[in-house]
């Protein structure tokens, strides 16, 4: 029993570690802001991206050549954004997508270089944790079942010759 | 014959367990972090990596369960029977999984979370056979009367699995076609490499659970068979001298 217990802690343990893990890598990588927090924090420095839909009659500009400028509407507010970068495929107006690149504060533009396409990560979270956490319950019921079947059948003394019973009262 | 092959198989559970966590840690990092996110589904596309190999595995555990039913049925062997319950049980496990998964992924790509689709509908269908397996197992209470009442239905409900395979072929469906047939492979190789590796982890993962099931399975009618032994040496021993009673000689 302790063998088994110790090995479901390793795989428990590993399990909460590589969660850590991918939210730092989601917290870093993937997350989307608002148009709203990017106008209201500013935020400077490195590449972020934002969730928005690019709203009707903005968009300006030559798709082929990759230079565009168009506006990210939010719940409330409006990103001006000018992107520069490869042609994009996906971009069209009342379009809801991710813009990738740097706010400036002083034009208070977004300057994006790339664009990418909603993520839905709660779904795919979602999937991943139903299917994982009752496979990893179920498959732990059954050794730990095994395990205390054994125990029984070692306390039971199974294997041993079962003494007969005499019935003729004597 | 196939007790002993069982019984031999069952000495490299501990490595087939191994390889199926291997296996699975690999995939989930091709499948979550390596692979791109695909041009039509985005990021959603990786609830495949999950949702297929789970119905793989379903269906696979069904044909473990088909096979055993048979040679049940042919050579009344109890230890096949304890392997087809086993295989009856995780496939009805994984044939659930595979119908959430599936309902998730469908909820942002069709914007529904169930459609009367003829793949879902047979799957459902699938599910409802083994629920109906594992209860006929639980219900009767001669144990070789249960084991051939269950055999037979498990050999009457495989005629669901062709119709679960073939169904996005026969009918028009949401539900998209076979990615790989004899037609040939139509998905991209970075599709591809996480679906094969998870599929694989699944596949030995479903040989690992096979093998602790059926033991759990063994051990338990072995220790129910020595408490009813006990118990009615116990009964013996109360009542007194009966007519017609005999030492016991059970071992």
């Keep these: ?170 | 014959m196939i007790s002993l092959v069982i019984k031999r198989l069952q000495r490299y559970e501990g490595w087939v367990g191994g390889a199926a966590a291997l296996c699975l840690v690999t995939g989930l990092y091709l499948g979550l972090i390596a692979s791109p996110p695909d041009y039509y589904q985005g990021e959603v596309v990786r609830i495949m990596y999950v949702h297929v190999p789970l119905a793989h595995t379903a269906m696979l555990a069904y044909g473990v369960l088909f096979g055993a039913s048979i040679w049940y049925l042919w050579k009344r062997d109890p230890i096949v029977d304890n392997l087809a319950h086993a295989a009856a049980g995780i496939s009805a496990f994984f044939t659930a999984a595979a119908l959430v998964t599936g309902s998730i992924w469908a909820k942002p790509t069709w914007n529904t979370w169930w459609t009367w689709d003829a793949r879902l509908v047979s799957f459902a269908v699938m599910f409802l056979i083994l629920a109906g397996y594992l209860m006929m197992r639980t219900f009767v209470d001669d144990p070789e009367r249960e084991a051939r009442y269950a055999a037979v239905l498990a050999i009457v409900g495989f005629a669901d699995l062709p119709i679960v395979h073939f169904s996005v072929e026969w009918w028009r469906t949401l539900h998209q076609p076979l990615s790989i047939s004899m037609r040939g492979v139509s998905m991209s190789g970075e599709i591809l490499v996480p679906l094969s590796v998870m599929s694989t982890g699944f596949t030995l993962l479903f040989g690992y659970m096979l093998m602790v099931r059926t033991q759990m399975l063994y051990l338990t009618r072995l220790l129910q068979a020595k408490k009813g032994r006990l118990l009615s040496h116990a009964h013996v021993a109360q009542s007194g001298p009966q007519v017609g009673s005999q030492p016991s000689s059970a071992h």
């Design chain 1, 1 to 170: 029993m302790t063998r088994l217990y110790v090995r479901w802690s390793v795989i428990l343990v590993a399990g909460i570690v590589l969660a850590a893990l991918a939210s730092q890598y989601h917290a870093r990588h993937l997350a989307a802001l608002t148009p709203e927090t990017v106008v209201a924090t500013s935020p400077t420095g490195t590449a972020i991206r934002v969730i928005g839909m690019v709203q009707g009659g903005t968009l300006e500009g030559e798709v082929a050549t990759g230079s565009l400028r168009f506006q990210l509407g939010g719940a409330h507010d409006v990103l001006p954004v000018q992107y520069q970068g490869p042609p994009p495929e996906n971009l069209r107006e009342l379009k809801t997508l991710v813009v990738i690149g740097r706010w400036i504060p002083e034009t208070r533009t977004f300057v994006a270089h790339d664009l990418g396409l909603v993520a839905n990560y709660g779904f795919v979270m979602a999937a991943y944790l139903a299917a994982l956490i009752p496979l990893g319950l179920f498959v732990f019921g059954m050794e730990r079942r095994v395990s205390l079947l054994y125990r029984d059948i070692k306390e039971s003394k199974i294997y041993e010759p079962e003494a007969s019973v005499h019935v003729d009262g004597t």
